[in-house]
């Protein structure tokens, strides 16, 4: 808090400044000026919040000063010094909006106490200003919300909480009528920041790009969670795009981050003001395939028609060698390539990009279960991949998928015979194809005669039963699953010859596989 002393006798300014401590008393002491006009001149610089002031001087007096201050900077306040006990002079200050009236006489514990009366009073003043600041700012939220969510419609016979909001964006430039009485365009954009690594400066960074977009755009902004929602007047067509991305890449500049906006349509009513936020909702769940900078449009991404959202059996297969082999980085970059295929599918969409990488992690899980005869724990159900902004979707697979093959190879390491276990694991992903036992031994390293016997006293049956078995197992799955021909389903068990593949079935499941389809239907 600033305070300027006013007087043209030099022995009471230094008086003044000297006997009293202005820095105790909180306040910060400007130089002091040798008259009103000297005071006036330095006044926009200077912005003293206190004056201290004689009333008699050359020149302008205190009085005229006074009023003059108040008509230029209303909240400053006043204390009037004199060496005249003069009433006329007191009423005619208190009319200037003085704060107090002092004697010269007057010592310095009441100059102190008159000092400080003024600093009450202006603290006083501003809690006020902040509060009041703080209930308009968040009366013109709420209204901004509400005309977000249901287009501030008013009911009728009366208006509504979004009121203040229309206010607000009148006032703002950003609602203008047009020639024909309607308004101009407006559009919603969501914008979100990243890229500054200590995350305790997420909300000062985020402040710092609404402050710079209220800088470039003729726009309000409120800040909700994570993002900021933005209220701009649009241009038309192009013009009106270039203008919002060269914002976002003036403001990734300055800040040194990464700043992504979603850009509803531009609409002409408040009715429609909801429908742009809504476009820019959907375009800003986007950031998750797009990456963090850049504008995007509603328009060029909601009419997407949607990528795969199951991998392949190939890619199944593929994943299930990785698996079993307990190579991390190749895993890793089997990971790599399949999300960044998925993200460069110009028909993806958050949804479908989310049911893809969900069905990778499934497809590990379930070979996890299909081995769990190896003596691997299968969990009750495959955990969901985080879908939010701020990871990357490559990692979070990644770490998934790693968890399940350190889950299946910690576990069928350990034991006098894994090897068997490593085995089950290689059949499981080699049921669609010719298999020997000799081939399978010599997969794991074993001489075949002693495979085979430590086989069957591992897992209570012999070679070609425990195939058999769980060649059926996999035709009744896909029977069950899929509408493909029962010559297709011998193929994906490893049977060439239908007819052979049918007694098999029947053999162990009790029926054949068109009758086993029926009974699932």
């Known amino acids: 808090m600033k305070i300027l002393i006013v007087d043209d006798e030099v022995i009471i300014r230094t008086g003044l400044c000297t006997v009293i401590d202005w820095e105790g008393l909180g306040m910060t002491l400007l130089p002091p000026a040798e008259s009103a006009e000297e005071a006036l001149e330095r006044l926009a610089d200077e912005q003293p919040d206190i004056v201290l002031t004689d009333i008699r001087m050359p020149g302008m007096d205190g009085i005229e000063l006074a009023k003059e201050i108040k008509a230029r900077r209303p909240d400053t306040e006043i204390v009037i010094l004199t060496g005249y006990d003069d009433f006329g002079y007191a009423r005619q200050a208190l009319r200037e909006g003085v704060t107090d009236y002092l004697l010269k006489t007057s010592g310095p514990e009441e100059i102190m106490m008159a000092a400080m009366k003024a600093k009450q009073n202006l603290l006083g003043k501003w809690e006020t200003m902040k509060q009041e600041a703080a209930q308009g700012a968040a009366l013109r939220n709420q209204g901004l919300e509400e005309l977000l969510s249901a287009g501030g419609k008013r009911p009728a016979g009366g208006g509504t909480a979004a ?300 070679f070609t039963e425990y195939v058999t078995r769980e060649r059926m197992l996999r035709a009744a799955n896909i029977l069950m699953t899929t509408r493909m021909k029962i010559s297709e389903v011998a193929g994906e068990a490893g049977y060439e010859d239908i007819k052979y593949f049918s007694q098999q079935f029947k053999k162990v499941m009790g029926c054949t596989p068109s009758e086993y389809r029926q009974m699932s239907v």
């Not at 969501?190 to 710092?208: E, I, K, P, Q, T």
């Not at 590990?364 to 991949?385: C, F, K, N, Q, T």
């Open 163 to 462: 009121d203040p909001a229309r206010r607000w964006l009148e006032q703002a430039g950003v609602a203008k009528a047009g020639p024909d009485g309607g308004l101009l365009p407006m559009r919603v954009l969501l914008v979100g920041a990243s890229g500054w690594d200590d995350d305790r400066f997420a909300g000062l960074m985020l402040g710092a790009a609404e402050s710079k977009l209220l800088e470039l755009l003729p726009c309000v902004a409120l800040r909700k969670s994570d993002r900021i929602i933005v209220v701009s007047q649009a241009g038309e067509g192009w013009s009106d795009t270039s203008r919002l991305a060269a914002a976002v890449a003036r403001v990734r500049e300055a800040l040194k981050c990464d700043i992504f906006a979603a850009a509803g349509e531009p609409v002409t009513a408040w009715a429609e003001l909801g429908r742009s936020y809504e476009e820019a909702e959907a375009a800003y769940a986007y950031r998750l395939l797009l990456g963090d900078n850049g504008l995007v449009e509603a328009k060029d991404v909601l009419a997407r028609r949607g990528g795969r959202t199951v991998c392949s059996a190939k890619e199944e297969n593929e994943l299930s060698a990785l698996l079993m082999n307990s190579d991390a980085t190749q895993l890793r970059n089997w990971t790599n390539g399949i999300v960044n295929e998925q993200l460069s599918d110009p028909q993806a969409t958050p949804a479908t990009l989310q049911a893809y990488l969900q069905s990778v992690v499934i497809a590990a899980h379930r070979w996890l279960d299909r081995a769990r005869d190896s003596g691997a724990e299968a969990p009750a159900s495959a955990p969901v991949i985080p879908f939010h902004v701020g990871i990357r979707l490559a990692d979070e697979l990644f770490k998934l998928l790693l968890s399940v093959l350190n889950a299946f190879h910690d576990r069928v390491s350990a034991g006098r015979y894994a090897y068997i276990h490593r085995a089950i694991a290689f059949i499981q992903h080699h049921l669609d194809r010719h298999l020997t036992l000799q081939q399978v031994a010599g997969f794991v390293h074993v001489n075949p005669n002693h495979f085979s016997e430590m086989f069957k006293k591992e897992t209570g049956q012999s």
